[in-house]
């Protein structure tokens, strides 16, 4: 089968062997899997990588292992995996599983997954629209559920990238008035004129902060979620929002930031989280969404067959993009 590699600012395919299949695992033929993010690591790494691409959609081709998916399902690949004994993985939390076994690519045409982190994939959603549950929904989904966010309430979306145009998707669903930050000029217009976000703000302008307080009248600030993982920006929410609310971080950032526990949360009754993908046991509210949503769809910018990778990295790479979707089998 066809596989990708990455590395040194490139992407090609190669061939490998197909995965043979096991107890509790499916063989998965992937018939949609986007770029993620966290995948420009791997592009840019001076090494190649072969695990990248932990995204996708597909339709299960051996199931002879599982008692869960039979042959023929159509299922959702969420990302990484998970012992599926422990107390998280049990609760659907299986992304915070601390003994996680290793995990294939999804950049590949067939993958092999564990049967019990798949979402099963109903006929009336195309495989596209199926794989924005991954990272393009995933981790703003849990986030959204976990504030509790209500159309009464004003949400503040730091980062533009595929993860916050998914926040914003899922705040228009609900209903929420939505104030986004970016600063690339495509990601601003699309967030408001294709996902409908109220306000969006540049985020190098030194006035953003007053705007923020100025466009969330009438009414408070209470809710944000950071998917830029820049420091100035989870400074900015923290800032931001208003007494007693809630805030998320969605975009990775592994330094430290300024936190005051006095001024930001003891007397101020901040909530601070982080999520890093959704519930399992949300799957049902996760199918609504993809079925009920004309904005998911709207997340896919571009598609590119396996035969075009290296200019879909490319693409990707030049920010001017929200979801870049690979076809393995064109
Ligand atoms: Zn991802
Ligand atoms: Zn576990």
Redesign the pocket.
């Known amino acids: 089968m066809k596989s990708l590699v990455l590395g040194n600012k490139k992407a090609y395919v190669e061939d490998v062997p197909d995965p043979s299949p096991e107890k509790e695992w499916v063989i998965v033929k992937i018939e949609s899997t986007p770029i993620c993010g966290s995948d420009k690591t791997a592009f840019l790494s001076d090494t190649p990588v072969r695990n990248a691409g932990h995204e996708g959609s597909g339709i299960v081709v051996d199931s002879a292992g599982s008692v869960l998916l039979k042959n023929g399902d159509r299922v959702i690949l969420n990302p990484l995996s998970?012992?599926?004994?422990?107390e998280?993985?049990l609760t659907g939390n299986?992304i915070y599983?601390?003994?996680k076994p290793p995990f294939a690519t999804h950049f590949a045409q067939f993958v092999k997954v564990q049967d019990f982190v798949c979402t099963v994939l109903p006929e009336d959603i195309s495989y596209d629209t199926g794989a924005m549950a991954c990272c393009a929904l995933g981790p703003a989904f849990s986030s959204i559920k976990r504030m509790n966010l209500k159309a009464f309430d004003t949400l503040l979306v730091t980062g533009l990238g595929p993860v916050g145009m998914g926040a914003v998707c899922i705040a228009k669903f609900l209903g929420a008035r939505v104030i986004a930050l970016d600063t690339v000029p495509f990601r601003m217009k699309m967030a408001l004129d294709v996902l409908g976000a109220d306000i969006v703000l540049d985020a190098a302008d030194p006035g953003a902060r007053a705007k923020i307080a100025e466009a969330a009248r009438p009414g408070r600030l209470t809710r944000a979620i950071d998917a830029s993982g820049n420091a100035a920006a989870e400074r900015l929410c923290i800032d931001a929002v208003e007494p007693g609310g809630i805030i998320s971080f969605v975009g990775e950032n592994h330094n430290e930031i300024p936190i005051r526990p006095s001024e930001d949360f003891i007397r101020k009754g901040l909530t601070l989280m982080g999520s890093w993908h959704c519930n399992l046991n949300d799957r049902a509210e996760m199918i609504t969404l993809l079925r009920r949503s004309p904005l998911v769809p709207k997340l896919i910018t571009e598609t590119f067959g396996f035969s075009r990778v290296q200019e879909a990295f490319e693409k990707f790479m030049g920010g001017d993009t929200c979801k870049v979707m690979l076809k393995p089998w064109q």
């Open positions: 998970g012992c599926g004994v422990c998280l993985c299986y599983c601390t003994s």
